[in-house]
């Protein structure tokens, strides 16, 4: 989704914000555009396409000055090309804006009806024009952004820059994310904290209703309807190292390699061995609490669903609760079944998309508990829930999950073996020796990543694969779905994820000698049943690529094996994944696609 970064201070800004952008690429874009005011005039200079595009025109033309906006935009309305890029300007004020206005037309139609000329397609240009008529009719722009807002319905973060006024940027906030950079001297506002870290390591996270202003000297913050508000200054202990690629070909790569990390990370702090659960205070989900859910209901988008059916299976297999996975974007829709005794479980590496946040404030609503397992610190979903269970991954990059996804395998593996424990589901001893397996997955990881070549010299024999099939049973079905995913995302190869059982009531009439089948064999209560599956593929001269603990398993049906270290069935999802994911990205690189943000593809949805 679009980026914005806003810069007052007392440096050349167009590097800065250039510098933020890249920061913020992340989020996927198409265009991207700055304003920035020279002491006299606003100068917006926008180019489709990527940020070196933008980094060109500014070269022809310098522009310079110490206040600016930047935006990178990724298209809801309008195409992706330069006039429909932002900064959009209507007399002296210059916009930027991240969400959807889901009342444009009406506005628009207003708008040009009283002689409003627009010059994009966007809704955005709509903002812009508000403004300006708020300040011909005399309020200063601070109120003519307010009184612009309250007209507004849908999602926004927007910057808004003014001609007359070179000392302050106006902000605003609903249900898009806005963070405040607070350094010595100098202020700033960005979409997310990467494009901070460089200036400083204070922030402030705006609040939906929030309308700001920033100066050098510092920020004011009211409320949209009301007066002044206090919002604490967070200290952001991430490095700007950690946010970059260090060293590896792409982000994803470095991620994928990151996990090890990332589990240990998630898991520190948390696991009491001596009593066989958790610490994890935050949760807000004492004994009492856990005895009285009566069910779980897990809520999530895209890779997050993955990790949610994880979830959903040990809640059942180890807490004994009644549990079930939801797509966010069809729960909410659906007038679901949802209330007081419901755990609701919102699963998102984000905590910004839009159906996730959107589903669990609606369950909040109508009386059920939230609980959020997100990646980002005060993101939305964590501040629209009743506790949090942070999954510690650090920042991800790549718009395809990888370290994020198996901290949150991590993370609902601890909150099962909590709720099973508190419900006396688990033993002592059985928690203990959960835990213990937990901890020892980070160890497996890097034995598995140890065997990245191997992988990658499979990934070459698939390159020009037309379609893939992943299969699993059980937990690893979800697994299975998580690597076709991840496959088709990439590489752009299509891929389907099965659960093993299903593939003779449809999938298998595909199977020919140019279908790879990538299937999960590790040892587990599945294993039998799934090698029957297998059998059945190669029958029909499947290319199947075994991933398993035990070589001798698939001797015979497999073209290619791929062995990974052996751990118990809750946890061996973690594991496997790891080979996927590598698989995926090694096809993907041979192709050339552009790994780290694939075509179309977003890292945060913030629209439904
Ligand atoms: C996008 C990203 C995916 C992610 C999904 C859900 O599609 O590209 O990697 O799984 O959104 O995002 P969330 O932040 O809620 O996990």
């Known amino acids: 989704?679009?980026?914005?970064?806003?810069?007052?201070?007392?440096?050349?800004?167009?590097?800065?914000?250039?510098?933020?952008?890249?920061?913020?690429?992340?989020?996927?874009?198409?265009?991207?555009?700055?304003?920035?005011?020279?002491?006299?005039?606003?100068?917006?200079?926008?180019?489709?396409?990527?940020?070196?595009?933008?980094?060109?025109?500014?070269?022809?033309?310098?522009?310079?000055?110490?206040?600016?906006?930047?935006?990178?935009?990724?298209?809801?309305?309008?195409?992706?090309?330069?006039?429909?890029?932002?900064?959009?300007?209507?007399?002296?004020?210059?916009?930027?804006?991240?969400?959807?206005?889901?009342?444009?037309?009406?506005?628009?139609?207003?708008?040009?009806?009283?002689?409003?000329?627009?010059?994009?397609?966007?809704?955005?240009?709509?903002?812009a024009h508000l403004i300006d008529l708020a300040l011909g009719r005399g309020l200063e722009l601070f109120e003519a952004v307010r009184e612009t807002l309250?007209?507004?319905?849908?999602?926004?973060?927007?910057?808004?820059?003014?001609?007359?006024?070179?000392?302050?940027?106006?902000?605003?906030?609903?249900?898009?994310?806005l963070v405040l950079g607070v350094g010595d001297g100098v202020m700033l506002a960005a979409s997310d904290v990467p494009a901070l870290l460089s200036h400083t390591r204070d922030v402030i996270f705006l609040e939906d209703g929030d309308l700001a202003e920033i100066r050098r000297e510092g920020a004011k913050i009211v409320r949209v309807d009301g007066g002044?508000?206090?919002?604490?200054?967070?200290?952001?202990?991430?490095?700007?190292?950690?946010?970059?690629?260090?060293?590896?070909?792409?982000?994803?790569?470095?991620?994928?390699?990151?996990?090890?990390?990332?589990?240990?990370?998630?898991?520190?702090?948390?696991?009491?061995?001596?009593?066989?659960?958790l610490e994890a205070g935050e949760m807000g989900l004492d004994a009492e609490t856990a005895k009285k859910i009566r069910r779980v209901v897990f809520l999530a988008c895209g890779t997050s669903y993955h990790a949610a059916l994880h979830g959903r299976y040990l809640l059942e297999s180890l807490a004994r609760v009644e549990a079930v996975a939801e797509l966010a974007s069809?729960?909410?829709?659906?007038?679901?079944?949802?209330?007081?005794?419901?755990?609701?479980?919102?699963?998102?590496?984000?905590?910004?998309?839009?159906?996730?946040?959107?589903?669990?404030?609606?369950a909040r609503e109508r009386g059920a508990r939230v609980l959020a397992v997100v990646n980002v610190q005060g993101s939305a979903i964590a501040r629209a829930a009743h506790g949090t269970l942070y999954t510690h991954a650090g920042p991800e990059i790549g718009v395809a999950s990888t370290k994020c996804f198996t901290a949150q395998q991590a993370a609902l593996t601890m909150l099962a073996i909590h709720v099973g424990r508190s419900r006396g589901a688990l033993s002592v001893e059985k928690g203990r020796a959960l835990l213990q397996e937990l901890v020892e997955v980070p160890a497996k990881m890097r034995e598995t990543l140890a065997g990245a070549r191997h992988v990658e010299g499979i990934a070459r024999s698939i390159v020009h694969a037309r379609d893939a099939l992943f299969l699993g049973r059980g937990l690893s079905a979800a697994v299975a779905l998580e690597g076709a995913l991840k496959l088709k995302e990439i590489s752009y190869i299509h891929a389907e994820g099965y659960a093993g059982g299903e593939m003779k009531h449809?999938?298998?009439?595909?199977?020919?000698?140019?279908?790879?089948?990538?299937?999960?064999?590790?040892?587990?209560?599945?294993?039998?049943?799934?090698?029957?599956?297998?059998?059945?593929?190669?029958?029909?001269?499947?290319?199947?690529?075994a991933v398993l603990d035990e070589p001798s398993v698939a001797r015979d049906i497999a073209a290619h094996t791929i062995v990974v270290p052996r751990a118990a069935e809750a946890v061996s999802p973690l594991v496997t994944s790891v080979p996927l994911q590598l698989l995926s990205y090694y096809v993907a690189d041979h192709r050339g696609t552009d790994v780290d943000q694939p075509r179309n593809l977003a890292k945060t949805v913030t629209v439904e």
């Open 506 to 545: 449809g999938p298998l009439a595909l199977v020919d000698r140019d279908m790879p089948v990538v299937c999960l064999l590790p040892s587990d209560s599945t294993l039998e049943k799934m090698l029957s599956n297998v059998q059945e593929v190669r029958a029909r001269d499947g290319v199947v690529i």
């Open 330 to 362: 069809e729960f909410r829709y659906r007038d679901p079944v949802v209330g007081e005794g419901d755990l609701v479980v919102a699963v998102s590496q984000s905590g910004e998309t839009a159906d996730t946040l959107a589903a669990a404030k609606e």
């Open 150 to 177: 309250k007209v507004l319905r849908g999602a926004y973060a927007i910057a808004v820059l003014s001609k007359d006024d070179p000392s302050r940027i106006i902000l605003a906030k609903n249900a898009s994310p």
């Open 1 to 127: 989704m679009c980026g914005i970064i806003g810069y007052v201070g007392n440096e050349e800004c167009a590097p800065i914000l250039l510098d933020g952008l890249r920061r913020l690429e992340y989020r996927g874009y198409d265009s991207a555009g700055v304003a920035v005011h020279d002491g006299q005039e606003l100068r917006v200079l926008r180019a489709a396409g990527k940020l070196t595009a933008l980094g060109d025109a500014l070269g022809r033309n310098p522009v310079h000055g110490a206040t600016g906006i930047g935006h990178t935009r990724w298209a809801t309305h309008g195409k992706p090309s330069e006039h429909n890029a932002h900064p959009h300007v209507s007399g002296n004020v210059a916009v930027v804006h991240n969400g959807i206005i889901e009342n444009h037309v009406e506005l628009k139609t207003e708008l040009k009806a009283s002689g409003r000329v627009f010059k994009s397609d966007t809704d955005t240009e709509i903002v």
């Open 228 to 277: 002044p508000v206090e919002r604490p200054v967070t200290r952001i202990t991430w490095s700007l190292m950690q946010a970059e690629r260090g060293g590896f070909k792409h982000f994803m790569l470095k991620e994928i390699h990151e996990q090890p990390r990332a589990i240990e990370d998630t898991l520190r702090g948390r696991v009491n061995l001596d009593e066989g659960g």
